[in-house]
């Protein structure tokens, strides 16, 4: 498995591959997107299982999937990749964002899932604090309501 300055210099080269190369701005914008959130992703792969499909999927995202289908796209000609239908009537272009909206999708699962158990630690606090301090609370009520000064 790539270390995590691996991963990480993976997300720079594709993102300075559709900064610097003439893309569309639809390209761009998805995969800018798509690496901000493994770059949010990355210090938190070990909640979701070091060694899982969820990290595993975060990694080849980074280090494959994603690089994969930008090289594949630009190693077209751009006007022959953009208006010339290949697949289903798709041209690369269409089926290139496609990918990125799967990949989007993804990534964004993954995020929700790591995120999880940050979440999950939060309401079960809440849940202590309530249980904690509830009781004084309407101790304080009763003897509000009942006129006597503390």
């Known amino acids: 498995m790539p270390t995590y300055e691996e991963i990480l210099a993976a997300i720079v080269r594709v993102e300075q591959l559709v900064c610097r190369t003439d893309v569309p701005t639809v390209v761009t914008a998805r995969v800018l997107r798509i690496t901000r ?79 999880r158990q940050d979440a999950n630690d939060l309401v079960v606090h809440g849940l202590f604090l309530k249980e904690r301090f509830a009781a004084g609370v309407e101790v304080e009520n009763l003897t509000e309501q009942a006129g006597v000064q503390p």
């Open 37 to 115: 959130v493994l770059r949010e992703l990355l210090p938190r792969l070990s909640h979701l299982g070091l060694g899982s499909w969820d990290a595993y999927s975060v990694m080849a995202t980074a280090t494959d999937y994603l690089p994969e289908a930008v090289n594949a796209y630009l190693r077209l000609p751009r006007n022959w990749a953009d208006t010339r239908p290949i697949s289903n009537g798709k041209t690369s272009l269409m089926l290139l964002v496609e990918q990125l909206e799967l990949l989007t999708t993804t990534v964004d699962e993954l995020f929700d899932a790591a995120v």
